[in-house]
């Protein structure tokens, strides 16, 4: 009997914490899909000013809206491992 109830409520300790990382994946995962769209669209700014430097300001511009570029991927490609690494 003493067996049967310990391990009913290890069972139930158990479900507990596999909510809690259920909530936990889901809440990373929106996180991570948010973040990613939000970068996304800031390279795609991005991208879209570099087609028109002719009519803003030339190198230093140009520069800048290149490391943006560059930076907004990488930041999509660490997201996209964070995404990854949630399901192992």
Known sequence: MSEDKDVRQENAQLKI????LEGKITSMLDMSHNL??????????AKLLLK?????DPELLADA????????????????????????
Do not use: C, M, P
């Open 65 to 88: 809206l290149s490391r943006i570029e560059n930076h907004s991927a990488e930041s999509v490609r660490l997201v996209g491992e964070i995404q990854s690494r949630g399901f192992e």
């Open 52 to 56: 028109r430097t002719d009519e803003l």
């Open 36 to 45: 990613r769209s939000s970068i996304t669209s800031t390279s795609a700014y």
């Open 17 to 20: 914490q596999v909510k809690n």
